[in-house]
């Protein structure tokens, strides 16, 4: 038995290798993934591991001795360089093979580059890796001025660490709003109100010309004429999914790694998961998506676990996402994009709100901000296939719990 074959050592290609020994899968799981290390979270990099509230070995996913004790191989700083399907074996870049049984591709994703002169210059960094957050959080401790380039979560996220630690933080986005394809314009206006509030700028409408400096970043050039002054630029703009292995393997790649409802390439023995796939979601009415989340990694790893070890099952987990800026918990459940209607539930004057979004009658999303109550509810509702009215969203008296519960 050549077993299975994982590419990728993040949230996904850890819990798929996890998740198979909990399926009680005998055969050798290996795990292939470019950078050194244990497996470890990502989402605490732009937050609580900036402030110094972890560190490195509190992000670890597992302690060294769980993967000894659960027989999961690791092949930690080992590039995959090839696929061979007819063979059914890996090419790493040091030329060795690993034969397989299945191979799993979760490859995950990479920032995308800012396209301007001077986005190489020291002082300009991006954050994906353990090793990108401790460049920047050296950087950090340095810092005069900071220019984020991007409203999205990794940048708001940073931001609010800088506004926390009393630096002078500017965020430039192309777009007139945060958060523009994730949220609705009602959440965001009450999250940019609460980060002004803050000490964060923000530039909206504003396209990045290029980074000025001449041994380093000095400013944020802008198309309009404007020089941002800033010592450290994070740029924020983007993931590209990392399907180049599949591509050379001649899969199919669609926004991503195309797969099935069950998370299938068209390559029987091939199966991909995480931020490099998408897949067509009955939580998008059919229609093919590529999802950015833990909880993705988590689930489509489960699902594929399931499959592989005698219960195949269509991937139907509800979509959901976090994001922790300053006093703010913004928790999103399902997807809310597009919509054309919007209920508010709640007063953020008062500590909370949550946005329920609706694409004609049908609850489609809801958007929690401080009311995590709410996003639970949510999560049930939606994955029961089953909402309230706009007008019952709309009753502060209305009870989402029974509801969720199947008794409203």
Same mark, same amino acid.
Request: aromatic share 4%.
């Given at each position: 038995m050549n077993g299975i074959v994982v590419v990728g050592t993040g949230q996904a290609g850890f819990q798929l290798g996890a998740s198979l020994r909990e399926n009680g899968y005998a055969g050798p799981v290996t795990l292939v993934g470019e950078e050194p290390g244990l497996p470890y979270g990502r989402p605490p990099l732009s937050k609580a591991y900036m402030l110094g509230k972890t560190d490195a070995a509190g992000l670890a996913l597992r302690p060294e001795a769980y993967f000894a004790e659960h027989r999961l191989t690791m092949r930690a700083g080992e590039r995959a360089a090839a696929i061979d399907r007819g063979a059914s074996i890996l090419r790493l870049a040091s030329g060795e093979v690993l034969p397989?049984?299945?191979?799993?591709?979760?490859?995950? $994703?990479?920032?995308? =580059?800012?396209?301007? =002169?001077?986005?190489?210059? =020291?002082?300009?960094?991006?954050?994906r890796t353990l090793a990108d957050a401790d460049a920047l959080k050296a950087a950090l401790a340095e810092a005069k001025a900071v220019a984020v380039v991007g409203a999205g979560f990794i940048g708001l996220e940073f931001a609010a660490v800088c506004a926390q630690k009393g630096l002078a933080v500017t965020v430039i986005e192309g777009l007139e709003r945060p958060l523009a394809r994730s949220v609705s314009s009602g959440m965001a206006a009450l999250i940019e109100a609460s980060h002004v509030r803050a000490g964060?700028?923000?530039?909206?409408? $504003?396209? @990045?010309?290029?980074?000025?400096? $001449?041994?380093?970043?000095?400013? @944020?050039?802008?198309?309009?004429?404007?020089?941002?002054?800033?010592?450290?630029?994070? @740029?924020?703009?983007?993931?590209? =999914?990392?399907?180049?292995?599949?591509?050379?393997?001649?899969?199919?790649?669609?926004?991503g790694i195309a797969v099935d409802a069950m998370l299938a390439t068209d390559d029987a023995r091939i199966s991909a998961i995480g931020d490099c796939a998408s897949f067509p979601s009955p939580h998008a009415g059919g229609a093919r998506v590529r999802i950015e989340s833990v909880q993705n990694a988590v689930d489509g790893a489960r699902c594929v676990a399931a499959r592989l070890t005698g219960r195949p099952a269509a991937f139907e987990a509800v979509p959901w996402f976090w994001s922790d800026q300053g006093p703010l918990k913004l928790q999103i459940a399902g997807l809310c994009q597009p919509h054309d209607r919007t209920v508010r539930r709640g007063d953020p004057e008062s500590g909370g709100v949550s946005v329920f979004c609706y694409r004609g009658d049908r609850l489609v999303g809801v958007e929690s901000l401080n009311r995590p109550a709410d996003h639970m509810v949510a999560r049930r509702l939606l994955q029961a296939g089953r909402g309230p009215t706009p007008e019952e969203a709309a009753d502060p008296g209305f009870d989402l719990k029974a509801l969720a519960l199947g008794r409203g």
């Amino acid at each position: 038995m050549n077993g299975i074959v994982v590419v990728g050592t993040g949230q996904a290609g850890f819990q798929l290798g996890a998740s198979l020994r909990e399926n009680g899968y005998a055969g050798p799981v290996t795990l292939v993934g470019e950078e050194p290390g244990l497996p470890y979270g990502r989402p605490p990099l732009s937050k609580a591991y900036m402030l110094g509230k972890t560190d490195a070995a509190g992000l670890a996913l597992r302690p060294e001795a769980y993967f000894a004790e659960h027989r999961l191989t690791m092949r930690a700083g080992e590039r995959a360089a090839a696929i061979d399907r007819g063979a059914s074996i890996l090419r790493l870049a040091s030329g060795e093979v690993l034969p397989y049984d299945h191979l799993v591709l979760a490859t995950g $994703s990479r920032n995308r =580059p800012l396209p301007v =002169p001077g986005a190489d210059l =020291p002082g300009v960094h991006q954050l994906r890796t353990l090793a990108d957050a401790d460049a920047l959080k050296a950087a950090l401790a340095e810092a005069k001025a900071v220019a984020v380039v991007g409203a999205g979560f990794i940048g708001l996220e940073f931001a609010a660490v800088c506004a926390q630690k009393g630096l002078a933080v500017t965020v430039i986005e192309g777009l007139e709003r945060p958060l523009a394809r994730s949220v609705s314009s009602g959440m965001a206006a009450l999250i940019e109100a609460s980060h002004v509030r803050a000490g964060v700028r923000f530039l909206f409408g $504003s396209a @990045v010309a290029g980074i000025t400096g $001449s041994d380093r970043a000095r400013a @944020v050039a802008l198309a309009d004429g404007r020089e941002i002054p800033a010592d450290l630029v994070l @740029v924020g703009i983007g993931v590209i =999914p990392n399907h180049e292995l599949a591509a050379a393997a001649d899969l199919r790649i669609e926004n991503g790694i195309a797969v099935d409802a069950m998370l299938a390439t068209d390559d029987a023995r091939i199966s991909a998961i995480g931020d490099c796939a998408s897949f067509p979601s009955p939580h998008a009415g059919g229609a093919r998506v590529r999802i950015e989340s833990v909880q993705n990694a988590v689930d489509g790893a489960r699902c594929v676990a399931a499959r592989l070890t005698g219960r195949p099952a269509a991937f139907e987990a509800v979509p959901w996402f976090w994001s922790d800026q300053g006093p703010l918990k913004l928790q999103i459940a399902g997807l809310c994009q597009p919509h054309d209607r919007t209920v508010r539930r709640g007063d953020p004057e008062s500590g909370g709100v949550s946005v329920f979004c609706y694409r004609g009658d049908r609850l489609v999303g809801v958007e929690s901000l401080n009311r995590p109550a709410d996003h639970m509810v949510a999560r049930r509702l939606l994955q029961a296939g089953r909402g309230p009215t706009p007008e019952e969203a709309a009753d502060p008296g209305f009870d989402l719990k029974a509801l969720a519960l199947g008794r409203g």
